[in-house]
Every structure is written in C-alpha cells, then in structure tokens.
C-alpha cells in the first residue's frame, strides 16, 4: 500500500518525507488556498522534496480548458499528475490525457459508476472520496469495496486513490481491502505510529533499567 499525503504545506510534507514512508502528495485548490505561496511556486517545491507522484488539480469545467491547464501543469515538473473533476467533461479529458501519456487522478469520485467510467478512460487513479460519504451518512469504505471489486473482476490498472481519509481506521480497512494508495493528513499519518501502550512500556523499560543499573 502506498502512502501519499494529502496537504499543500511544504512544511508538512517535509515532515512526513522525513519519516522515510511517504510515495506521494495530493493537493486541490482547497489546500493550496491555506498556503501563501502561488500553487505552481508550491507544486515546484514539493515535486523537488519528492520524487513521487504529485498530484495537481485543474479548476476549468470545460474539456478544452483542462486540457490547456494541464499542459501548464505537467511543464512544472516529470511527476506531475493532473488531478481532474469526474464530470463529463472531465471524462473526456481524461481520455485525451491518457492518449498522450498525461498521467491523471480522477478526483471528487463518489460512486462505483464514476470510478467504472474514469477507469476505462484510462486515468492512472481513481479518488472515492470517503470521509465526505461518511459526513453524509453514506458508507465510505464500501466504495472503495466495490470499486477495488470492480476493478479487479476486469483487470483494469487504474489504481484506487482513498481519499478524504479522517482517521487510522480508515487506513486499515482501505489496507484490508486491498486499496493501492491511501492519502491523508499529516495528522493521521502520525497517529498510525502512536499506542498508549507503546508508551507506557518504553516509560517502564527506561525507569526499570534504571533501577537495575542504579541510577
Ligand atoms: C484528495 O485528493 C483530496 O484532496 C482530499 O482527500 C479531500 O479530503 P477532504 O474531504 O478532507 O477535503
């Protein structure tokens, strides 16, 4: 399972690249809109400190104007990836990126007929958005079971992007069902390390060694 984070904070994503298991960085305007930097500025900052797939969005809603914006956008970088809305517009743009060898991120995904669509258009990922299903007492983690059950059934290579990810058990069960990348917030990435009971038995080694060693 991959592990991108899910932040336009350049601080963040050093932090979390620090800890030797981050594969990737998604952003959309929404988290560009909290940094000050420009979001190309940004973009170019963060395909430096990482090497992975850093996934970029268009804000156009006509085809042709995605596809202009992502010509600008794959020119920041080689591991650039044109995060594009699942409309039908987006559809199409996805289609003509995949025909030139763009890779793309079909975001705002949020039933197993957009992720069906996105993924016969070629995109490189597919991004259910499961925290904001939750918010509205749909159930998040069975789109993701469905699209990875879909995916399998015809061997499509689209991989299943989990996103708006709020909290580790999110992560297990995307990991349980066997979902290719989760992205999240530097905030979660962090809790999956932490146990009370880790740190209580690290607390009672250290003052037992102590004692031993009388210190
Ligand atoms: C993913 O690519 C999106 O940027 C993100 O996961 C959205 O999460 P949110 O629902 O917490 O805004």
Known sequence: MKFFI????????????????????????????????PYKDILKEICRIVPGPVSAEVISTDTDAMLREADDLVKIADNIVVKIPTTLAGLRAIKSLTDRGIK??????????????????????????????DDISQDGMQLIADVVLIYENYGFSTEVLVASVRHPIHVVEAAKIGADVVTMPLKVIEQLIKHPLTDIGLEKFISDYKKANKQ
């Open 6 to 37: 899910d932040t336009a904070s350049v601080a963040e994503i050093k932090e979390a690249a620090a800890m030797g298991v981050l594969d990737g960085v998604t952003t959309n305007p929404s988290l560009a809109a909290k940094e000050t930097a």
């Open 104 to 133: 793309t991120n079909a975001t705002l995904v949020f039933s197993p007929t957009q992720a069906l669509l996105v993924a016969k258009a070629g995109a490189t990922y597919v991004s259910p958005f499961i925290g904001r299903l």
